[in-house]
């Protein structure tokens, strides 16, 4: 089995999906990459048995076969090599020991500088297979649209296991209408938008997409104008551009995040985005990990926002200009969250919105009334 390809294409392709390897347990069956030849093309596949990723490359080969090969090992000789282009090369063992590679890889580049790498390789039957699903049950949705989907609401997902439904987004279809949501019980983030198909999502039940995979699919949405998506029973598929992605899906129920929507808000400002990420920042140094807590008064056109560290004895303000007169409004909440929901956006002006001191939060996209996102409070 030979192939000749791009080098830089396989370093690329081993990047996209090298996340998914779990390195911890190196020296394992799911420490490898799949490398499956075909006709003038190769597919190199990831798996930690949860996410399953494949890409593929255009090659020059000659015969066709499949073998596993040391995920870290490959790429590091690949990344390495000084070359345009790289030549792969597998010689089956003639008597192999019991345990032993079934495979020689031989790496090797093109041009007179290169060098020539020799490797262990295997046979890939009990690899994990990645399965596909048929197009009448995917829907497409921009690339664009979900990388800004995701970007809004990924930052509210859980770093808790112990809450492991939030440790994913959560996918809504409603017609032509897409919805994630993302939360870990503390703060929220959900976001709407209108596609120019149906979304073809199972009714009557969750689809959780665990972070990890999230993060694959953000690796791998920039390839193409046009991401596929669908669900058969409990896994997510993806397919977009030469990348394919698996996912079995997180079970349980997801809150029904519209019940803690406030169905009435008292207080909503518009402010400079910039402007109020520079306040917060300045504010946060001063705050006590883990719950990171200031407060946020609004009296006299003014919002005050103040932090401090009791067991250092430090303390920070900042005002900012509000158009507010009524009476004094306070409240206190994790300022990290604040900041992490407005670094999530690139509007220019975004809009608060407060009731007392035991209701959320609520930040607005002037731009987007289809996003918002909650921050629930502390007691001050």
């Known amino acids: 089995m030979k192939f000749q390809t791009n080098k830089d294409a396989i370093d690329k392709a081993v990047r996209r999906i090298d996340a998914i390897i779990p390195h911890r347990d190196m020296g394992t069956m799911l420490s490898n990459l799949l490398i499956a030849v075909e006709a003038k093309q190769v597919s190199i596949t990831a798996s930690d048995m949860e996410t399953t990723a494949r890409i593929t490359v255009p090659v020059e080969s000659a015969k066709q076969g499949e073998f596993i090969i040391p995920a870290k090992q490959f790429q590091e000789y690949v990344g390495s090599l000084v070359s345009k282009d790289l030549i792969v090369e597998v010689e089956q063992e003639e008597t192999p020991d019991e345990g032993a590679a079934a495979f020689r890889v031989n790496l090797r580049g093109t041009s007179e500088a290169s060098a020539a790498y020799v490797m262990p390789g295997n046979s890939a039957k009990h690899f994990p297979t990645l399965n596909r699903l048929g197009d009448n049950k995917l829907f497409g949705i921009s690339s664009a649209i979900l990388e800004e989907m995701?970007?809004?609401?990924?930052?509210?997902?859980?770093?808790?296991?112990?809450?492991?439904?939030?440790?994913?987004?959560?996918?809504?279809?409603?017609?032509?209408?897409?919805?994630?949501?993302?939360?870990?019980?503390?703060?929220?983030?959900?976001?709407?938008?209108?596609?120019?198909?149906?979304?073809?999502?199972?009714?009557g039940g969750d689809v959780v997409v665990h972070a990890k995979a999230i993060r694959e699919m953000q690796k791998l949405i920039d390839v193409a104008d046009e991401v596929l998506l669908g669900v058969e029973q409990r896994d997510l598929f993806v397919r977009v551009g030469d990348a394919q992605l698996s996912s079995r899906l997180l079970e349980g129920k997801f809150p029904d995040y519209k019940r803690v929507l406030p169905q009435d808000i008292a207080v909503q400002l518009e402010m400079s985005r910039d402007k109020l990420i520079e306040a917060l920042q300045q504010i946060r140094p001063v705050t006590e990990p883990p719950s990171h807590q200031c407060r946020m008064a609004l009296e006299n056109k003014k919002m005050h926002i103040t932090g401090q560290s009791s067991g250092q004895g430090s303390r920070a303000e900042v005002a900012l200009e509000a158009d507010y007169s009524g009476e004094r409004l306070e409240i206190g909440f994790n300022i990290t969250y604040l900041i992490d929901i407005l670094k999530a956006l690139t509007c220019p002006r975004v809009r608060l919105g407060l009731n007392d001191a035991n209701k959320p939060l609520v930040v607005?996209?002037?731009?987007?009334?289809?996003?918002i996102a909650l921050v629930m409070p502390m007691k001050i």
């Open 150 to 203: 995701i970007r809004k609401t990924q930052y509210a997902i859980s770093q808790e296991d112990n809450r492991y439904i939030y440790n994913g987004l959560c996918f809504q279809g409603n017609g032509s209408q897409l919805t994630l949501v993302g939360t870990d019980g503390r703060r929220l983030a959900a976001i709407t938008r209108k596609l120019t198909s149906p979304v073809n999502l199972p009714t």
């Open 364 to 371: 607005q996209d002037v731009d987007d009334p289809d996003f």
